[in-house]
T-cell receptor, first 109, second 117 residues
Framework: GQNIDQPTEMTATEGAIVQINCTYQ??????LFWYQQHAGEAPTFLSY????GLEEKGRFSSFLSRSKGYSYLLLKELQMKDSASYLC??????????FGKGTRLSVIA | GAVVSQHPSWVICKSGTSVKIECRSL??????MFWYRQFPKQSLMLMAT?????????EQGVEKDKFLINHASLTLSTLTVTSAHPEDSSFYIC?????????????FGPGTRLTVT
């Protein structure tokens, strides 16, 4: 079976740091994606983790622990434009991505 | 690179009519395209996997006779919603995987918002 869990909603303050967690139990695993989706728009790629550890890309970092079935997306120096849904998705080989339900992040002043 | 377009971006149709949505990979060839549906405040739900030159693979609960998928070339897949009803109103998003690439990233189109009245 496939099960991907994320918190439904989070709120954080402009300029702060927020961590969005994702846990997964899937029948196979090749990698984990994080996407950002603004309301009414298609998802845009943020990161792809294959190996354990932290990958940093500007204000966004993504961490993966394959043994724990766990990942997080870290957003630093939050800006109002970061208010969006963040989707965790697992890739299990030559199959479509399996998406979590997404975390709606609200950044407040 | 890796741009996927969808047309139309939004459409309003009357109940009982059919609507065709096109998904194109503009600068790469896509052996496989995916069709997702997203209801408000919910995540992406995979409807079907579209393979060039063969029949689409539908997810459980998706009516293949209602949602017709054609993947006639390496750059074009179409989704036709037949005899649309108000409950089919949703945001439809396609994505494509680059057959030449080593990344397994799926590139998403901008989505099509369908409203059935």
């Amino acid at each position: 079976g496939q099960n991907i869990d994320q918190p439904t909603e989070m709120t954080a303050t402009e300029g702060a740091i927020v961590q969005i967690n994702c846990t997964y139990q899937t029948s196979g695993f090749n990698g984990l994606f994080w996407y950002q989706q603004h309301a009414g728009e298609a998802p845009t790629f943020l990161s792809y983790n294959v190996l354990d550890g932290l990958e940093e890309k500007g204000r966004f970092s993504s961490f993966l622990s394959r043994s724990k079935g766990y990942s997080y997306l870290l957003l630093k120096e939050l800006q109002m434009k970061d208010s969006a849904s963040y989707l965790c998705a697992v890739f299990s080989g030559n199959t479509p991505l399996v998406f979590g339900k997404g975390t709606r992040l609200s950044v407040i002043a | 690179g890796a741009v996927v377009s969808q047309h139309p971006s939004w459409v309003i149709c009357k109940s009982g009519t059919s609507v065709k949505i096109e998904c194109r990979s503009l600068d790469f060839q896509a052996t496989t395209m995916f069709w997702y549906r997203q209801f408000p405040k919910q995540s992406l739900m995979l409807m079907a996997t579209s393979n060039e030159g063969s029949k689409a693979t539908y997810e459980q609960g998706v009516e293949k006779d209602k949602f017709l998928i054609n993947h006639a070339s390496l750059t074009l897949s179409t989704l036709t919603v037949t005899s649309a009803h108000p409950e089919d109103s949703s945001f439809y998003i396609c994505s494509a995987r680059d057959r030449q690439g080593t990344s397994y990233e799926q590139y998403f189109g901008p989505g099509t918002r369908l409203t059935v009245t």
